[in-house]
């Protein structure tokens, strides 16, 4: 049988979403912190942020990643 272009649309669609609702029921947020150290920012302070998740009772952290200035 064959399947609708209007169906296989809809497929790829869910076969995209899929790993976001996932990680949205993983629970994952981000932490920030300021770290002081030589950059281009005035204060001289990163700001850095991680990943963290909680998924079926253990905590999964990110790596920490400079996103700006403080």
């Known amino acids: ?3 609708s272009p209007l ?3 809809g497929d790829r669609i869910l076969e995209r979403l899929a ?3 996932a990680a949205a029921a993983a629970r994952c947020y981000y932490q920030y912190r300021c770290v002081y150290r ?3 920012c ?3 302070e990163s ?4 990943r963290v998740c ?3 009772g253990e905590i999964y952290y990110g ?3 400079t996103v700006g200035c403080c």
């Open 54 to 56: 909680h998924d079926s």
């Open 1 to 3: 049988m064959d399947t």
């Open 19 to 21: 790993p976001k609702a």
């Open 63 to 65: 790596s920490w990643v």
């Open 38 to 40: 030589t950059s281009t």
């Open 7 to 9: 169906a296989r649309l």
């Open 47 to 50: 700001r850095q942020r991680r």
């Open 42 to 44: 005035v204060n001289r």
